[in-house]
Each structure stands twice: as C-alpha cells, then as structure tokens.
C-alpha cells in the first residue's frame, strides 16, 4: 500500500489550463489575482500550490516565464506553500514550451503527465452562447482532434533536465491506468526514486472515468506496482471532486482540489474562490477525524529539496 501519512496533504490546482474566462469570474487571469488565490488558498490549508500561468490581456494559458516570474516570487514571500510549476501548460504548448518557466524557475515540484493521451475538453463549448474572448470556444472545440503528447522520450527528457539537473520532484499525474504501468516503467529503470507522488486523475474525457469502481482499481494497481514507495493523491475533475476526495482520504490517500479542476463548490453553484474549496474539503476532513498536513510535514513525506534552494 501507499506510503502511510499521519496526515491529508491538500493540493491546491490555481488556475490550469482547461478552464476559460468566459466559464466564471473567479478564475484566476492575472498574475496579482494568481498570487491573491495562491496566498489565500495556502491560508485555507492548502500545503501545496499547482501552478500555471494566464496571458493577463486575455486569459489565454501562457509558457511564458517572464509571467510565471511575476507570481511566483511573490507568492513564495508571503507562504511556505510547496510552488509546484507545470510542466503540462496548456493546449497545443510543445513540450519546449512547457519546459521554458520550470528550467528557470527550478521549483522544489513540478507536474509530470505520465502518458500522451486523447484530451477532449470540446463538451464544454456547447455550455455557453457568449464568450469573454474570440480564443476561447475554438481553444475548447479543437480539442476533438487533439492529442497531448508525453511520450516515453518527453518524460525522460522532463526528469533529467529538471530532476537529475535541479532537484526538481514531480507529481505524477496517471489520466488511466497505463499512466501507472508507464511510471513503473521509469521506476524500474531507476529514473525515479522513491518515495514519488501519485496524482490519480479521473472523469477527463480520453482518461479513465469517474466511476467508484476505477478510484480502487487505480490504488490497488498503483499498490501491487510501488508497494510503500509511493505517496496516493486523487483528484476527480468536476462534480465528483469533493467526494472523491473525500473517498481518498478516508481510503488513506491524500487531495486535490482548485479552480484548474472544477470551478463549482456545490450543485449549481460556481466557487468564489480556490480558498472556498480549500476551506470546504479541510472542513469535510477534519469533520470526519483527519489532520491536515502543513507544508514543512509534506516536505519531509515527499523528499522536498526546500524551497530556499528554487530559481525565484
């Protein structure tokens, strides 16, 4: 089984690159609301910030590291939070696009898709007869023919340059349960040491679904692969975010919630902020007997390098 916790560390996804402005005002666009969010959500209990960057004009998911570096800094200054910077940007990046903020930023996390895979987020356009910007609906209706790419190439490339170079961890984000079988593949190359962060993803359209039966399937696969080596996160895109999180953690795992993933905080109702997810899924866990981990006690359960020892 998954490496044991004492404590629920609470991931934090800020503001992604699958949701438009258009969808809900609360979304995080510019970098002083990024940093606003951030800083907020780490108050509300979140241990550790999943981050990308938006173009401020319009909205639109950006590589571009002069922006990442006008959030982060600041961020770091005013939380002990974990900064853990993409490296799966937003549609249609390629993966030097991707790569270009981490190399200079050299955070103590970063994302790692495990796996190239089908992503259709096109759905979501037939929600919405007016948008904030002309990018948005053919940003989302492209995605229909749109692969995102991780190779076995890319992802060997992404842990030497930032793993081997800077001493950059990853999590490791699994859409299906080949993503699982591929991070075996690196484990037993020894490209990966433990202990190593899971990220289960489910209810992505080209990942596996949303359903009770996959969230055991994924962690009893994930266990008979890692054994104690690594350390079990979910993350349900959606509706099913609260309650698979709530399943998790009860199961021993550990959380993710924000913006990135679901912009609603109950039926019907859109979220006001990342702090108002936060907040809830702390409020569920503690309710239910479970303590929070801070982001000192996941440095120590992931290996941290510190984050006085990152590029910003």
Not at 101 to 109: F, G, Q, R, S
Not at 163 to 180: A, I, N, S
Not at 186 to 210: E, M, N, S, Y
Request: glycine share 10%; net charge negative; with cysteine.
């Amino acid at each position: 089984m998954a490496k044991p916790s004492a404590k629920v560390i609470i991931t934090c996804a800020i503001t992604g690159g699958i949701h438009t402005p258009t969808m809900s005002d609360a979304l995080p666009i510019t970098p002083d609301q990024i940093v606003e969010q951030s800083v907020a959500a780490a108050q509300a209990g979140a241990a550790i910030l999943h981050l990308h960057a938006r173009d401020p004009a319009t909205g639109k998911p950006t590589p571009d590291p002069a922006i990442f570096m006008q959030f982060l800094p600041r961020i770091r200054q005013q939380t002990d939070a974990v900064l853990n910077v993409t490296t799966g940007g937003g549609l249609n990046m390629t993966v030097e696009d991707r790569l270009a903020a981490p190399l200079i930023a050299k955070p103590e996390m970063c994302s790692l898709n495990m796996g190239s895979m089908n992503f259709g987020i096109f759905q979501l356009a037939d929600r919405y007869q007016s948008w904030k910007h002309d990018w948005e609906q053919p940003y989302l209706r492209g995605t229909d023919d749109f692969i995102f790419r991780n190779t076995f190439r890319d992802i060997e490339r992404i842990l030497g340059l930032l793993g081997d170079t800077h001493g950059t961890r990853f999590e490791h984000e699994c859409y299906d349960v080949g993503h699982l079988y591929n991070l075996a593949h690196f484990v037993d190359r020894k490209l990966i040491r433990p202990p190593f962060f899971v990220q289960t993803i489910f209810g992505i359209l080209g990942g596996i679904g949303a359903d009770w039966d996959n969230l055991h399937f994924m962690r009893r696969t994930a266990d008979r692969l890692f054994g104690t080596d690594y350390v079990w996160s979910v993350l349900a895109a959606g509706r099913l975010q609260l309650p698979f999180a709530t399943q998790a953690a009860m199961m021993g795992g550990n959380v993710r919630v924000g913006l990135e993933d679901n912009l609603y905080i109950g039926k019907g109702r859109l979220a006001t902020s990342n702090a108002e997810q936060v907040a809830k899924i702390r409020t569920i866990l503690e309710e239910l007997g479970h303590e929070i981990a801070t982001p000192a006690e996941a440095r120590a359960l992931l290996d941290l390098k510190g984050g006085d020892r990152v590029g910003f």
